[in-house]
């Protein structure tokens, strides 16, 4: 949890430094050529981001997700 | 309004008017829900379940009804109890009675008991630090949202409705409890429990859905009463225990309730929890799309400057070899043309010695000497006579002139010794 709380927001602050900084200009191309990849990577990261917080609409009672929790540890116990 | 125009074609039915005056009052919203404050007499409750009395002070009176498990009633509520019920006005047809249909009542002094109760746990969680602590943030982006909340309420419709316009099919699970009433503290300390169990990876991965990691628990607005559950010390406690950000979503303005005090985030309303929690998709990507093209270009222009550069220096670097050994060319034709001059003038030096040499060898040729009136004496083998000494008398001779030898003989000798 604390893992996904940092994932998109560092990238996209990391991602913000990185474009601000080739912007600048005057760095190696070694340099250029690390952060552009960096940059790269970040930017899907942060797009896969945005698609991992898609997904089902579960509305449930709660006794009936206490069931099915209840039911899926049992499970997982045997 | 039809009752009007049935009074223009004859007189009313009694049955009809109560009906109206039924109507007209359940329309009034001053009448609906109101809380009203007062002392309970002709307290009756009947095998029914149903519970009738009287609400009265020194100004007035009203009959009053509460449907059985309707509500819950204090064990201490009796004859004589100051007490504040929420009800509606009804009008009752068969007999022409206005009475109060009861939703909740509360003894006074245990309402004052509940404020005390509530002070107390402030302050309890002040000295605990509670209110202090450092609050969590929720995640940028959530990727599975617990809303715990009443099932098929309005404050859920609201929510429902602002995520998809904001994030469509952002992933959620809803919990529906009751959020007012006697049952509502236990059963949202359930659900908070089960979002505790559903921020576990482990149970996530089981699930096959990413872990909870944000909570909204609320409802919408209702009077202090109906929002008491939020007031709770379990139910706070509950809140704190979470491990992943909670957001007290209760709607109300004015009393703060402990819930919002505890929270990581305290929304004014349902509708701005998800305001304030949920971001924009496409905000986001059009933000990342931009970024995208900045991080080409910068890096592009970066690499064109070096490949331009690059460029430049091959062209150099290609022309330099030709360049060198044209300076090289050029060196060598002036050092050619250097020594040529050095040489010409060598020669044009030694000429002019030469001519001098030769008029100097002209000069002292025998024949010009011969040619100034010298003549050149020779013996008869050639040898040429320098010293009178070295002749003899009678020795014979040659004289060389310019124009011819003549031939002559020694008759005598002085030498410049004698």
Not at chain 2, 64 to 84: F, Y
Request: glycine share 6%; aromatic share 4%; net charge negative.
């Amino acid at each position: 949890m604390t893992e996904n709380k940092t994932t998109y927001n560092e990238a996209a602050l990391r991602l913000e430094a990185i474009v601000a900084a080739l912007e600048r200009g005057g760095l190696g191309l070694d340099e250029t050529l690390k952060l552009y990849e960096e940059g790269a990577l970040l930017l899907k990261t942060c797009q896969a981001e945005l698609i991992a917080a898609e997904g089902r609409l579960n509305e449930l009672r709660l006794e009936d997700l206490e069931h099915e929790l209840q039911t899926q540890e049992a499970e997982s116990n045997q | 309004m039809t009752g009007r125009a049935e009074v223009t074609t004859g007189p009313l039915a009694v049955g009809q008017f109560v009906s109206l005056v039924k109507r007209t009052l359940s329309h009034e919203p001053m009448f609906q829900r109101q809380s009203i404050k007062g002392e309970v007499s002709q307290w009756k409750s009947y095998p029914s379940g149903h519970t009738y009395f009287t609400l009265r002070d020194d100004d007035g009176q009203l009959s009053a009804v509460i449907w059985k498990g309707r509500c819950t009633i204090h064990p201490s509520i009796k004859e004589g109890t100051e007490v504040v019920v929420t009800a509606s006005l009804d009008v009752y047809v068969k007999r022409g009675n206005i009475q109060l249909i009861v939703e909740r009542i509360e003894p006074v002094n245990t309402l004052g008991a509940m404020e005390e109760a509530k002070r107390m746990l402030i302050e309890r969680l002040r000295h605990e630090g509670e209110l202090d602590r450092v609050r969590m943030r929720p995640p940028f982006v959530p990727k599975h949202i617990a809303i715990i909340t009443g099932a098929g309420s309005a404050a859920l419709a609201d929510m429902h409705r602002l995520i998809d316009n904001r994030w469509p099919g952002m992933r959620r699970t809803v919990i529906g409890v009751l959020v007012q009433g006697e049952r509502a503290p236990e059963e949202i300390v359930r659900a908070l429990a089960l979002t505790r169990r559903m921020a576990r990876p482990e149970t996530a991965e089981k699930r096959s859905e990413p872990p909870v990691d944000l909570v909204i628990v609320g409802r919408g607005g209702g009077s202090p009463e109906d929002l008491w559950a939020f007031n709770l010390e379990p139910v706070v406690r509950a809140i704190l225990a979470s491990p992943v950000p909670v957001v007290s979503a209760v709607g109300h303005e004015s009393d703060l309730l402990v819930s919002d005090l505890v929270a990581d985030v305290r929304a004014s309303t349902p509708s701005n929890a998800i305001e304030r929690c949920i971001p924009v998709r496409a905000e986001l990507e059009q933000w990342l799309d931009e970024l995208d093209h900045r991080l080409e270009h910068a890096a592009r222009r970066t690499f064109g400057d070096a490949r331009q550069r690059l460029v430049s220096l091959h062209a150099r670097l290609k022309v330099a070899p030709l360049a060198g050994i044209n300076a090289a060319k050029r060196t060598l034709l002036a050092q050619q043309s250097n020594l040529n001059r050095a040489t010409e003038q060598r020669f044009s030096r030694e000429r002019t010695r030469l001519a001098g040499l030769e008029a100097a060898l002209q000069a002292i040729h025998p024949r010009r000497v011969l040619e100034r009136g010298y003549a050149m004496t020779q013996t008869e083998d050639g040898t040429v006579i320098t010293k009178a000494g070295s002749l003899a008398v009678g020795q014979a001779f040659n004289l060389h002139f310019v124009d011819g030898t003549a031939e002559a003989a020694v008759t005598d000798i002085h030498t410049k010794e004698e």
